[in-house]
């Protein structure tokens, strides 16, 4: 069993699964952080309001790392756009 944090699994949740995904690999971002973004997910737009229900982007093996990815590029972006360009970016962590 994987005990890596970006590999939690909350199996008491009422709601869990909350997709039907034959890997189920994390339920860490119930609440996806990208949903205030531009998150290149499978989502619909429904009256106005985003629907992720058809995403699993989070669950999957690859997702935490996803999400960290589109959160700090759209940071740095953010920073590249404003006006104070005194915000250094940090560097890259090595591998």
Known sequence: MNTHYKFFIN???????CHNLADWKS????WCPLYLLDCGGDFVIRKGVKDCSPCVIPHSENGYDYVLEVVSRTIY??????????VKKPDKPQS
């Open 11 to 17: 199996r008491n949740c009422n709601y869990f699964p």
């Open 77 to 86: 972006k953010k920073n590249d756009d404003s006006a104070d360009q005194s």
């Open 27 to 30: 339920c860490l971002f119930c």
